[in-house]
């Protein structure tokens, strides 16, 4: 079984409850960076569990492999639908690390191009994405944004914050980390909205380039005295 498939069955038993697609987790070396999860397979198998009652449904939108992690975009139905990204790293067969960014949905967020394409360009798209957060996001140089952006072509599937607007107005920080597969990009980045400290994963689609199409979420980190876990969210 490949990694994506166990990625998969991971995240389709949090509807099932399933102990048996958990295990690929090694408990023995995890590291959950969700604040809000305890850590170790007996963590995930109480939070799935209890999710499982609530009769949830879990869509898989998106997922990609970089290296030792696998990412994917997710839609999770429980009392309210939310739309997720989750980052897993690997060591050999099994998960050693997590982390995740998810919001309530609003509009679409999850709508557009689903399977990556020009595997070969990978890097060129990596080196892309790294430059745009760092110029564009971080220093907020929006005289470069033509060099980054294909508006022509440009496809927003955030409904509240334009891509433009959410560079402008939110406080990108830190990025912390770039993951590619073809024309798929996810940048993971650490920031500020009024002086409260959030995370903003952004999901890129590179074509010629140029960025032609993204989506997103953000999430605010909880205070420190409410973690469930010492990891931190990033």
Known sequence: MNR?????NLLKAIETGEPEAIKVVNESKYIQ???????GVEGLAVLFARLAKTDPKVTIARLFEDGDFVFGHTIYDFANIRIGFEVFRFEGDFIVEHWDNIQLRQGDMIGGTVESRSKELSEANRSHIK???KTVAIH???TAWDSFVD?????EHSVV?????????YRYIKNHKVLVEGDFVLATNQGTIDDVESSFYDLFRVDGGKIVEHWETTETVPPKD?????????
């Not at 960076?33 to 850590?39: A, L």
């Not at 508006?151 to 496809?155: A, G, N, S």
């Open 151 to 155: 508006d022509t072509r440009f496809v």
């Open 140 to 142: 907020r140089d929006l």
């Open 226 to 234: 409410s973690w469930k876990n010492s990891n931190g969210k990033f």
């Open 33 to 39: 960076h969700n604040p809000q999860t305890e850590e």
């Open 131 to 133: 430059n745009f957060i």
């Open 4 to 8: 994506k498939q166990k990625v998969y």
């Open 161 to 169: 914050q334009k891509l433009k607007t959410k560079v402008t107005n």
